[in-house]
């Protein structure tokens, strides 16, 4: 079965602190891609940060990066130096690339709350 | 740069009545998509499309219609609405990706709420 979880329902960070954000996969496919969304309380899902399954380097968008640990088939989002708008629903998602519409299978989310 | 734009943003229907929600994007995305948000449970699939033309049933298609007759738009259909439809809505769209991998970009959502 291809499925996403995301076992934290809620974190909070204090501003200017870094964060960890789990995210754990499962997939038969060899080749897949991973992306992380952020859901405003305005509600728009707004693309983060993207890792493909051969990429050797974890990747980097300014104060985003992802962890991956392939083996342990995680994909953790880091988020460095908290910022009070980053106070937002937070999804992992997944692309196994055996289907052909570049079908995405998103986990339940997390909300993480930034506190002053 | 409108990207990926839904119409309306909320609605309230009464059971059993009928509604279209409209998504039109831009970019000249190939691949268009209809998702479902409820809470606790991430977005999941309804219908997509991979070109004009065509459309497909994604995870939870029972109740929906979908057409794309032109590359640009994407309709989705609820002919007899029921509570258990209440929800947001979320169209998203993403360029062939030629065997690779490339985020959707999503419309802002439509809110419904089925009474």
């Known amino acids: 079965a291809q499925k996403i979880t995301q076992t934290q329902p809620g974190m909070f960070v204090q501003e200017k602190e870094a964060v960890t954000l789990d995210c754990t996969y499962d997939?038969?496919?060899?080749?897949?891609?991973l992306f992380w969304y952020k859901q405003p309380s305005s509600g728009e899902m707004i693309f983060l940060i993207y890792?493909?399954?051969?990429?050797?380097q974890n990747a980097t968008e300014g104060r985003y990066s992802l962890n991956f640990q392939k083996a342990r088939k995680s994909a953790n989002l880091v988020i460095s130096a908290s910022q009070l708008g980053d106070s937002a629903m937070y999804f992992c998602?997944?692309?196994?690339?055996?289907?052909?519409?570049?079908?995405?299978?998103f986990g339940a989310g997390t909300r993480l709350a930034v506190h002053p | 740069n409108a990207g990926v734009t839904q119409t309306p943003k909320f609605r309230v229907l009464k059971t059993g009545q009928s509604m279209t929600l409209l998504c039109a994007q831009d970019?000249?995305?190939?691949?268009m998509y209809w998702y479902r948000q409820d809470p606790g449970m991430g977005l999941r699939l309804i219908h997509y499309?991979?070109?004009?033309?065509?459309?497909a049933k994604g995870e939870v298609p029972d109740g929906y219609n979908v057409s794309r007759l032109k590359k640009q738009n994407f309709l989705l259909g609820l002919e007899s609405a029921a509570p258990s439809q209440t929800s947001v809505y979320f169209c998203?769209?993403?360029?062939?990706?030629?065997?690779?991998?490339?985020?959707?970009?999503f419309g802002d959502g439509t809110r419904l709420s089925i009474l």
């Open positions: 998203a769209s993403s360029p062939w990706t030629g065997g690779s991998a490339q985020p959707q970009h």
């Open positions: 997939t038969s496919d060899q080749s897949y891609g």
């Open positions: 890792q493909g399954s051969y990429d050797e």
């Open positions: 998602a997944m692309r196994p690339f055996s289907g052909g519409y570049n079908k995405l299978i």
């Open positions: 970019m000249n995305h190939e691949y």
């Open positions: 499309s991979v070109g004009e033309g065509t459309t």
